[in-house]
């Protein structure tokens, strides 16, 4: 499964829709995706900008963004069937790009299905950018 870590108050976030919706197009046949809402407020509003179809969750108390590792938005998680971490990070090597290149998830989804090892990638695709989740401070 891919869950992809989303604010639609995050311009990253928003810039990054084009390509996460191609993704989805292209892969939902195969992984199932879930777009993670760290703000509650916002998940009707995210809803209007995501694909239609795709299950849109709120991140209560931040413990999906904790338990793999994601600090800030548009990041990716990809899960393999046996529940384990198989990527954490980034669409892309930096806020804006567009790079078929460095299309991390992309590459790291490819790899899974096909059953390839993962690409050794550069730091860029796991040092995350963008928005920063504003963590609850009540469950620090």
């Known amino acids: ?3 992809h870590f989303f604010s639609p ?3 990253c976030s928003r810039f990054n829709l084009q390509h996460f919706n191609t993704l989805y197009r292209a892969y939902r046949q195969q992984i199932d995706f879930f777009a993670v809402i760290p703000d509650v407020q916002d998940l ?3 809803k209007g900008y995501l694909p239609e179809g795709i299950t849109v969750i709120h991140d209560k108390d931040e413990s999906l963004a904790r338990a793999c590792g994601v600090y800030s938005t548009p ?3 990809i899960i393999q069937a046996d529940n384990t971490l198989y990527f954490r990070g980034n669409y892309n090597r930096s806020r804006y790009c ?3 290149a460095t299309n991390y998830v992309e590459q790291a989804l490819y790899s899974l ?3 390839k090892p ?3 990638f550069d730091s860029l695709a796991t040092i995350a950018y963008g928005c920063a989740i504003e963590w609850d401070e009540a469950t620090q």
């Open 9 to 11: 108050s995050c311009p």
């Open 118 to 120: 993962l690409p050794a």
């Open 75 to 77: 990041q990716a998680a």
């Open 44 to 46: 009707e509003k995210a």
């Open 98 to 100: 567009t790079d078929p």
């Open 113 to 115: 299905i096909t059953r």
């Open 1 to 3: 499964m891919l869950l």
